[in-house]
């Protein structure tokens, strides 16, 4: 986590710190490879339980209860570094292109 925010920290200051005809595109390049490639892909979640399970009956299992109470467990914690994340960035750009991942255009 700390490389991760040091990195962070890193790539705002780039582009705080540059010129706007270089921070806008570092901006958009960090978000397509970065929060795109690879960030969405580990805040995706795809829950294992089913109205019916495989025996027909209506009632989840123990095991998918607590598989459903992990997911919901790490939905938060995945909610968490997103707000830490928008809170650590200073930067108008860094900060668009963050938003403009997360809540689209």
Do not use: Y
């Not at 010129?19 to 929060?35: C, G, K, L, N």
């Not at 299992?61 to 960035?89: F, M, R």
């Amino acid at each position: 986590m700390v490389t991760f925010f040091a990195w962070t920290d890193f790539c705002d200051d780039l582009i705080s710190k540059a010129h706007e005809s270089i921070a806008e595109p570092v901006a958009a390049e960090i978000r397509q490879h970065f929060f795109i490639k690879t960030f969405e892909k580990e805040l995706c979640i795809t829950s294992s339980i089913t109205q019916e399970d495989t025996n027909g009956h209506s009632e989840p299992s123990q095991e998918d209860k607590e598989i459903e109470a992990l997911n919901g467990h790490t939905v938060s914690i995945k909610l968490a570094l997103l707000g830490q994340i928008w809170l650590h960035i200073k930067s108008d750009g860094f900060a668009r292109e963050f938003s403009k991942w997360l809540l689209g255009d």
